[in-house]
C-alpha cells in the first residue's frame, strides 16, 4: 500500500505543486491520476520514488516512510515509464532494456535473456531486440518503456503519460494491452493522464486533482459519476453532457440509450 499523509510540495522558487494530499493507493491495483496541465501529478507520482521530496507529510509504502529509505534502494522496486519513452537514442532495443539489471549487477546473459521475455510480456516481436529506438514507431516505442519499467520485476509501476505522444488508435491498443498486462501481473500501477476518457478506463481508484495540487475526489470511476464531489469534477468529467449524459428514449417498443448530443449509444439489455 502506498499512502500520503498531508503530503504538500513547494519549489524553491515558491511554486505549491501539491497542497495537503491524502490518498491510500491500494496494492494491486490501478490508481490514475487525472488533471490538466500543471495540477502537480507528475510531482505527486516522483514523490512514490524520490525524485522529489515533499516540503511537508509523508509518502509511506507499506507503512514505511520513503524518506527514511535510500533513493537508489528505493528504485530497485519501482518502476518508472515516463512520456516519450525516455529511451537512450544510442542504444539498442535489448540494452535499453537491460539497463537497469546490468547496473545492478545482474550477469549478462540472464540480464539479456529477461530482457527478451519482457519483449514478448509487451507485445514486441523478439528480432526488434537489435534496432535502435528511432528505427521503431512510437507505440513501440512505448512498449519498450513498459517493457524497460518492468525489467527490475517491481511491486510498483510508475507511468507518467505514457501514452499521450501516440495517435489515438495506437493508443486505445496500448490501453488494452496494459489491462491485459495488469490482468497478469497484478502490479500496484499509478498512472498519470490529462485524459478523463483514459483514467475511467484503467483506474480502479481515480483522483481528480485541480489546479495548486488539491485533490477533489478520489474514488472508483462508478462513484465519482455517481455522485461527483463539486461542481468542478461534475465538469471536469463530463456528467452532465455528451456521451457521459445518458438517458433512455423508446423507439418501435425498444428502449434506446441515447447520449447527450442526440445520438444512439445502444439498446437496454433488460
Ligand atoms: N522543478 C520545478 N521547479 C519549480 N516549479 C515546478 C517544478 N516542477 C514543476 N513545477 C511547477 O509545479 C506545478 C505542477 O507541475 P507538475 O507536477 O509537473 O504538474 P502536471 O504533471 O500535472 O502537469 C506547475 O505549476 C509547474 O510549473
Ligand atoms: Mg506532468
Do not use: C, W
Not at 178 to 204: M, P, S
Request: proline letters at 5%.
Amino acid at each position: 500500500m502506498i499512502e500520503f499523509r498531508d503530503v504538500t510540495k513547494r519549489y524553491p522558487d515558491g511554486t505549491v505543486a501539491v497542497a495537503g494530499v491524502d490518498i491510500v493507493i491500494e496494492p494491486h491495483s490501478t490508481t490514475v491520476l487525472v488533471g490538466s496541465s500543471g495540477s502537480g501529478k507528475t510531482t505527486l507520482l516522483r514523490m512514490i520514488n524520490r525524485m522529489v521530496d515533499p516540503t511537508h507529510g509523508q509518502v509511506l509504502i507499506d507503512g514505511e516512510d520513503v524518506a527514511t529509505v535510500d533513493p537508489v534502494q528505493l528504485r530497485r522496486g519501482i518502476g518508472y515509464v515516463m512520456q516519450n519513452s525516455g529511451l537512450l537514442p544510442h542504444r539498442k532495443v535489448i540494452d535499453n532494456v537491460a539497463t537497469v539489471p546490468l547496473l545492478r549487477g545482474e550477469k549478462r546473459r540472464a540480464a539479456y535473456d529477461r530482457a527478451l521475455e519482457l519483449l514478448d510480456t509487451v507485445g514486441l516481436d523478439r528480432s526488434l531486440a537489435d534496432k535502435y529506438p528511432s528505427q521503431l514507431s512510437g507505440g513501440q516505442q512505448q512498449r519498450v518503456g513498459v517493457a524497460r519499467g518492468l525489467a527490475v520485476d517491481p511491486n510498483i509501476l510508475l507511468m507518467d503519460e505514457p501514452f499521450g505522444a501516440v495517435d489515438p488508435i495506437v493508443r486505445s491498443e496500448l490501453q488494452q494491452e496494459l489491462l491485459r498486462l495488469q490482468g497478469e501481473l497484478g502490479k500496484t500501477v499509478v498512472f498519470v493522464t490529462h485524459d478523463i476518457d483514459e483514467a475511467f478506463l484503467l483506474g480502479d481508484q481515480v483522483v481528480i486533482m485541480q489546479q495548486g495540487g488539491k485533490i477533489s475526489q478520489a474514488a472508483s470511476p462508478a462513484e465519482i459519476l455517481a455522485n461527483p464531489a463539486d461542481a468542478f469534477v461534475a465538469d471536469f468529467v463530463g456528467a452532465e453532457r455528451g456521451k457521459r449524459a445518458l438517458h433512455v428514449t423508446e423507439l418501435d417498443g425498444r428502449r434506446l440509450v441515447v447520449d447527450g448530443d442526440g445520438r444512439p449509444a445502444g439498446v437496454l439489455a433488460s
